[in-house]
């Protein structure tokens, strides 16, 4: 089984860095990119996979290809080289807004092809990843996806329609928690902690919170109103939240990235038609 990966970006290393230690060895992998040698370098000598400048050549080589370019990309990537790919392949698309018909028609082969969503915690093997089958692709390209994606955290599997929701939710997710970490590192500041054992504090809290929605069956407002006593701190920094409409800016905030990804997906489809 031989992986090319066309794009070295981050999500693209994370990746390697996943399955390279459990599913796949090093030089079962191959790596290009549009023009950056020196990225492509760092790769190999990080990881040990194959890099190769001819994307052509990575294309044919391939039994799967993960498709890791910038989504504007998309085209311009995949023309050229369209005549290299072949049907029996499975092409994995990380693509936010590209739809696997998209991605087919630009090949102008019947490839299946499977679209994912990870998100960059993927860099620590703690991913939350939808994908999604397109026309072409079978349970068992479903079940290869899934496994590759499982090295780098969880998965579920979607239908295509709902990737812009797991792109806004999930996709995007990790960007609210450090927003969230960043506010209260400047409120520990404020009332005057020192910032090294605000932050170990404010983590380990996350984390403890994290890990007590996934051990218990108790709904997340359940544990809230049991850390709440009444006429405590608590309730008092709750109600300063409820004034400022915490939960629905966050869930304004969630529906606009969902909003986003689908006019960037309709401006993409545009693009490429």
């Known amino acids: 089984m031989t992986v090319t990966f066309l794009g070295a970006g981050s999500m693209a290393e994370a990746l390697i860095s996943g399955v390279t230690q459990t599913l796949y060895k090093p030089e079962q992998m191959i790596v290009t990119n549009r023009s950056r040698m020196e990225r492509l370098t760092y790769m190999q000598q990080t990881y040990g996979v194959r890099i190769e400048t001819n994307k052509e050549q990575a294309v044919k080589?391939?039994?799967?290809?993960?498709?890791?370019?910038?989504?504007?990309?998309?085209?311009?990537?995949?023309?050229?080289?369209?005549?290299?790919?072949?049907?029996?392949?499975?092409?994995?698309?990380?693509?936010?807004?590209?739809?696997?018909?998209?991605?087919?028609?630009?090949?102008?082969?019947?490839?299946?092809?499977?679209?994912?969503?990870?998100?960059?915690?993927?860099?620590?093997?703690?991913?939350?990843?939808?994908?999604?089958?397109?026309?072409?692709?079978?349970?068992?390209?479903?079940?290869?996806?899934?496994?590759?994606?499982?090295?780098?955290?969880?998965?579920?599997?979607?239908?295509?329609?709902?990737?812009?929701?797991?792109?806004?939710?999930s996709g995007s997710g990790p960007a609210y928690v450090y927003y969230l970490v960043e506010a209260m590192e400047k409120a520990a500041d404020e009332i005057g902690l020192d910032r090294d054992i605000a932050k170990e504090l404010i983590l380990q809290t996350i984390i403890g919170a994290a890990h007590m929605l996934k051990a218990t069956n108790k709904h997340p407002s359940v544990l809230r109103k049991e850390v709440t006593s009444p006429g405590g701190t608590t309730e008092a920094g709750i109600g300063v939240l409820e004034r400022y409409r915490y939960q629905e800016a966050m869930i304004a905030c969630i529906k606009r990235a969902t909003e986003r990804s689908k006019e960037l997906g309709e401006a993409l489809l545009s693009s490429v038609q």
């Open 61 to 169: 080589e391939a039994d799967i290809v993960i498709l890791a370019m910038k989504p504007k990309d998309v085209a311009e990537s995949l023309t050229p080289i369209a005549h290299a790919f072949h049907e029996q392949q499975l092409i994995i698309s990380l693509l936010a807004g590209v739809t696997t018909d998209t991605i087919a028609s630009l090949i102008g082969k019947k490839i299946p092809v499977i679209r994912a969503m990870p998100n960059t915690s993927a860099a620590i093997g703690q991913s939350a990843t939808a994908i999604s089958q397109g026309l072409y692709a079978t349970a068992e390209h479903l079940h290869m996806a899934k496994e590759l994606f499982e090295t780098v955290g969880i998965v579920t599997v979607v239908d295509e329609t709902q990737l812009h929701a797991v792109t806004g939710l």
